[in-house]
């Protein structure tokens, strides 16, 4: 079956960075185009980021643009979230996303949190 198991997240100062990684199994990852959500204490579920199936076009809320990059590595059925000049803003639970036959398919998400 599909699974989708993110990693990665964690406590960082403002201005910090990190990189998330979702880690896919169960279907041909490289057929299939992926995305990044996140959702914060209170706040509905938005969109971060998206990557074509062979990663060749990628696209980014307006929030995060300059400082997140989102890639993949087929050979390795991963997706990746790099992370730069965290701000408090972007505390919230990640989750990694595909799309398949008609149905989705959601990670259970990591904690980032950024504090001082």
């Known amino acids: 079956q599909v699974q989708l198991v993110e990693s990665g997240g964690g406590l960082v100062q403002p201005g910090g960075s990190l990189r998330l990684s979702c880690a896919a199994s169960g279907f041909t990852f490289s057929r299939y185009a992926m995305r990044w959500y996140r959702q914060a204490p209170g706040k509905e579920r938005e969109l971060v980021a998206a990557?074509?199936?062979?990663?060749?076009?990628?696209d980014y809320a307006d929030s995060v643009k300059g400082r997140f990059t989102i890639s993949r590595d087929n050979a390795k059925n991963t997706m990746y979230l790099q992370m730069n000049s965290l701000k408090p803003e972007d505390t919230a639970v990640y989750y990694c996303?595909?799309?398949?036959?008609?149905?989705?398919?959601w990670g259970k998400g990591t904690l980032v949190t950024v504090s001082s």
């Open positions: 996303y595909t799309f398949r036959w008609g149905m989705n398919y």
């Open positions: 990557i074509t199936n062979a990663g060749g076009s990628t």
